[in-house]
């Protein structure tokens, strides 16, 4: 009988069979094992002996799949080429070996023909993939393990690709800190937090894959807007062909505010001539300012070593040592003690010092530390010593003083009654006086009339000029009666809803006649749409009356204008009278709303009148809650301004 395809296989290929590192096993048409190579019988843990020759479906085989179930012989991949003449692609099984050890083998096979194409074989190869496997359960566990950790760590975390410096991954305590989403995080770039040009973070990014750079400072932006202070520790690493940063990030935010905190503190402390220190329950001196290093005689700098006994350097006093000693007990037991001590300088003076010493306990509530504070109260004391002496001083004084003030006080009284004497004297006064001059003022007209023409034209005259100056008299009476009024109190108030710019029409063409007897114009600004004001409508019209006619008293030549001055609502909020006269001095533009004051006797005697215009003016406005403001300049004029928003 010829020798079949597959005996000169097993014949012809045997030295490369069994050179291959892959397992292989060879059937023939029957499914007898017609050879094994040695990486086969490595990885199946059997000699070859035990398996050439015998039927493969009675080999004490068993193998399972990848979920555990058992492989019947039959549906081997080897059978299978062999009874479906199809080649198998690769299966994963797992074959309990006879020595008790367990292999995961990868295995394909395909059927085998002779030189007519008839089945007359198959043959499979096979791997042990177990470490490979084992190798990917270990990484998949670390990679879970990482995850895990990654992501419940309550420390920020973030994962950046190096190459294109984008987010890969961030933990939840990163979206918690940050405030952005997952989606908004993962996939930006780091500029998103870092706040910079996207190309200024790589320089920064090849520092730390080249391992040169392991910690970052950096201000990273919050959803917020808010910035926080960080510190990022980078570790570089390569996974899956690329290299990755892996960054722990803490906010440092809230220790930067407590250290610049503590500087400023240090700094006051420092700045302060009071001695501070603290010092530990044994008495050891731990911290001292400034002004206590001198006072020891330690130097300046805060770093410099303090001596154990730099406490008892301070307290050089033996009185002030037992009164630490005392204080630290009391603080002890009721968490601060006040009192004073004293101490010595290197000369051998005193200082009174007020000191609190204060408990300071941990979170088991013992006692950690104590703060000492002395304030030097030496000079405090000699002061009190001699307000002391000057209190006896004083009191003797104040009886003196008390004499005088009852003396002042009868002489303020009688005062205060002649002055009320006065305002009634001349309230009566100016009422008895105003009916005979009314009369007078009456006559004298009924004479200047001349109706039935008996009196010459100098009888005429002299009628007039009585008519003239008995007017200025009643003006003058009414001035004192109104004047006597405010001051008594007895002045009264009529508010009504006034119409301003149609009294200030009124006044301006009351006053007009006289305006054009002395060759001045009188202009009048304002818009009659004006709104009403609150006010007393008559004392108003003779605060406005006093304005113009003082205007044009003092006004040769020129104008004296009238300006209502309104807000954007319409509401009267100034008046204004404006002259181009005489004009005030700057030293005498408050003199002038005093009572019987004009700016000198040349002017009273060119011009007349006694000054109660504008001291009665001035009052009247303030009981309406005005105001009147004068700026002037001398030789070109003055503007009265009447202030209704006061």
């Known amino acids: 009988m010829a020798p079949t395809h597959v005996d000169r296989l097993g014949a012809l290929a045997s030295p490369v069979i069994a050179a291959l590192t892959e397992g292989i096993v060879v059937l023939d048409a029957q499914g007898i094992v017609l050879a094994v190579n040695l990486a086969g019988e490595q990885i199946l843990g059997a000699p070859a002996s035990m398996m050439v020759g015998a039927p493969l479906v009675e080999l004490p085989w068993t193998a399972f799949d990848i979920h555990g179930a058992r492989v019947p012989?039959?549906?081997?991949?080897?059978?299978?080429?062999?009874?479906?003449?199809?080649?198998?692609?690769?299966?994963?099984?797992?074959?309990?070996?006879?020595?008790?050890?367990?292999?995961?083998?990868?295995?394909?096979?395909?059927?085998?023909?002779?030189?007519?194409?008839?089945?007359?074989?198959?043959?499979?190869?096979?791997?042990?993939?177990?470490?490979?496997?084992?190798?990917?359960?270990?990484?998949?566990?670390?990679?879970?393990?990482?995850?895990?950790?990654?992501?419940?760590?309550?420390?920020?975390?973030?994962?950046?690709?190096?190459?294109?410096?984008?987010?890969?991954?961030?933990?939840?305590?990163?979206?918690?800190?940050?405030?952005?989403?997952?989606?908004?995080?993962?996939?930006?770039?780091?500029?998103?937090?870092?706040?910079?040009?996207?190309a200024s973070s790589t320089p920064l990014m090849n520092e730390i894959v080249a391992g040169r750079l392991t910690m970052v400072r950096r201000r990273h932006i919050l959803a917020s807007g808010e910035s926080r202070e960080v510190e990022m520790f980078t570790t570089p690493l390569h996974v899956g062909g690329r290299t990755v940063i892996h960054s722990i990030i803490t906010d440092i935010s809230p220790r930067l505010e407590a250290e610049a905190a503590q500087a400023?503190?240090?700094?006051?402390?420092?700045?302060?001539?009071?001695?501070?220190?603290?010092?530990?329950?044994?008495?050891?001196?731990?911290?001292a300012n400034q002004a206590g290093r001198r006072?020891?005689?330690?130097?300046?700098?805060?770093?410099?070593?303090?001596?154990?006994?730099?406490?008892?350097?301070?307290?050089?006093?033996?009185?002030?040592?037992?009164?630490?000693?005392?204080?630290?007990?009391?603080?002890?037991?009721?968490g601060t003690w006040r009192g004073e001590t004293t101490l010595l300088n290197a000369d051998g003076t005193s200082r009174v010092m007020s000191q609190t010493v204060i408990a300071h306990h941990d979170q088991a509530g013992e006692v950690s530390h104590f703060s000492s504070i002395l304030h030097d109260v030496s000079e405090m004391r000699k002061t009190e010593e001699l307000l002391r002496e000057q209190a006896e001083e004083l009191e003797h004084q104040s009886e003196e003083l008390a004499h005088q003030a009852e003396e002042l006080l009868e002489a303020r009284d009688a005062a205060e009654s002649a002055n009320h004497t006065k305002s009634r004297f001349l309230a009566q006064m100016s009422h008895e006086l105003r009916t005979p001059l009314t009369a007078i003022i009456g006559f004298s007209r009924v004479l200047?009339?001349?109706?039935?023409?008996?009196?010459?034209?100098?009888?005429?005259?002299?009628?007039?000029?009585?008519?003239?100056?008995?007017?200025?008299?009643?003006t003058l009476i009414n001035d004192l009666l109104d004047l006597s009024k405010v001051e008594s109190g007895h002045m009264e108030m009529e508010w009504s809803e006034v119409d301003v710019a149609a009294l200030a029409t009124e006044v301006v063409a009351d006053m007009d006649a006289r305006a054009r007897t002395t060759g001045v114009e009188l202009l009048l600004r304002a818009d009659p749409s004006a709104r009403r004001l609150r006010a007393d409508e008559q004392k108003l019209r003779q605060v406005l009356l006093n304005l113009v006619g003082n205007a044009l008293k003092f006004t040769a030549q020129g104008s004296v204008t009238v300006s209502l001055h309104l807000d954007a609502d319409g509401r009267p909020v100034a008046l204004d009278v404006d002259d181009t006269g005489l004009g005030i001095d700057a030293a005498n533009l408050l003199s002038v709303f005093e009572p019987f004051a004009q700016e000198d006797e040349s002017i009273s005697r060119r011009f007349g009148g006694t000054g109660l215009g504008l001291a009665i003016s001035r009052q009247l406005c303030e009981m309406m809650g005005f105001t009147i403001e004068l700026t002037s300049t001398l030789g070109k004029g003055s503007r009265f301004r009447v202030r209704f928003d006061a």
Not at 448 to 470: D, M, P, Q
Request: glycine share 6%; charged share 25%.
């Open 295 to 334: 006072a020891m005689g330690l130097p300046d700098s805060p770093d410099a070593e303090i001596p154990a006994d730099a406490i008892q350097r301070g307290h050089s006093s033996e009185d002030a040592a037992l009164v630490l000693v005392k204080a630290t007990a009391v603080a002890r037991r009721e």
């Open 448 to 474: 200047e009339s001349n109706r039935e023409a008996h009196l010459s034209e100098k009888e005429v005259l002299y009628a007039s000029r009585i008519s003239t100056n008995a007017l200025r008299l009643l």
């Open 264 to 287: 400023r503190l240090a700094a006051i402390l420092d700045a302060t001539p009071d001695i501070v220190g603290m010092f530990d329950p044994s008495g050891r001196l731990f911290y």
């Open 73 to 198: 012989r039959e549906s081997h991949p080897i059978m299978l080429a062999l009874t479906s003449g199809d080649e198998q692609g690769e299966r994963l099984l797992r074959y309990p070996r006879p020595d008790g050890d367990t292999r995961w083998i990868s295995t394909s096979a395909r059927p085998l023909r002779d030189a007519t194409g008839a089945l007359a074989g198959a043959v499979a190869s096979f791997r042990d993939v177990s470490m490979h496997l084992s190798a990917q359960t270990l990484l998949r566990e670390s990679e879970e393990q990482y995850r895990a950790l990654f992501e419940r760590n309550g420390a920020v975390q973030l994962i950046t690709d190096a190459a294109t410096e984008r987010i890969l991954s961030v933990n939840p305590a990163a979206l918690s800190f940050y405030g952005f989403s997952r989606e908004k995080l993962e996939g930006a770039h780091v500029s998103l937090l870092n706040g910079l040009a996207p």
